[in-house]
């Protein structure tokens, strides 16, 4: 089954409003987490790396006060899109490091439509 | 930064066998890794190479040559079901599981 898990898979909101994107790791404890977004019909692109206990490193190009991740707790990152427009449309996807081992398990993903 | 190519499309019947390159241009690198995924779904892991070589996992291998930044997915004794889009993926510099992936190349299985 899975080992990583998001949540909601699916959610529409309209233009304006804030939404919250959970990544959990089921039964491991998971130092590092990557958020990565996707457009239909194009590859991952990397957001930003969650790191526990501390603030996410953003990738160049992606706004941290936009996309807020908080990453609280060795089992659980969170993906706020704020004041989400449509073109913040997207699937957005996350990754998830077993401490120690360093497997990488990655979440179901998470579809976000903004009307 | 990092680079990644591979192309946009393969089409082959059941039962061929198709090969995906995959060249890369990195910083450091840490790892080729190959990654299926449906539509609508999340990315799921095939593969992974380190060291030069072929790594064979049933149906699917893999190869890496480092020298060459080159590496390849091998599909056998193709399914219906392996119509999916195919990418490839490096470590970013810095983390082996930070990962760039290549725009991917979908694969469409023809009966």
């Known amino acids: 089954g899975a080992v990583v898990s998001q949540h909601p898979s699916r959610v529409i909101c309209k233009s304006g409003t804030s939404v919250k994107i959970e990544c959990r790791s089921l039964?491991?404890?998971?130092?590092?987490m990557f958020w990565y977004r996707q457009f239909p019909k194009q590859s991952l692109m990397l957001m930003a790396t969650s790191n526990e206990g501390s603030k996410a490193t953003y990738e160049q190009g992606v706004e941290k006060d936009k996309f807020l991740i908080n990453h609280a707790s060795l089992t659980l990152s969170t993906l706020t899109v704020t004041s989400a427009h449509p073109e913040d449309s997207s699937f957005y996807i996350c990754?998830?490091?077993?401490?120690?081992?360093?497997?990488?398990?990655f979440g179901e993903g998470s579809r976000l439509t903004v009307l | 930064g990092q680079s990644l190519e591979q192309p946009s499309e393969v089409t082959a019947v059941e039962g061929a066998i198709v090969q995906i390159n995959c060249t890369y241009q990195t910083s450091g690198f840490y790892g080729l890794s190959w990654y299926q995924q449906h539509d609508g779904g999340a990315p799921t892991f095939l593969s992974y190479n380190a060291l030069d070589g072929l790594e064979e996992t049933g149906r699917f291998s893999s190869f890496l040559s480092r020298s060459d930044s080159y590496g390849y997915l091998l599909l056998q004794e193709l399914q219906m079901k392996d119509s999916a889009s195919y990418f490839c993926?490096?470590?970013?510099?810095?983390?082996?599981?930070?990962?760039?992936f290549g725009s991917g190349t979908q694969l469409t299985v023809l009966p």
């Open positions: 993926a490096v470590g970013s510099s810095g983390s082996a599981r930070q990962l760039t």
């Open positions: 039964d491991f404890q998971a130092t590092t």
């Open positions: 990754s998830a490091m077993r401490g120690g081992t360093g497997e990488l398990f």
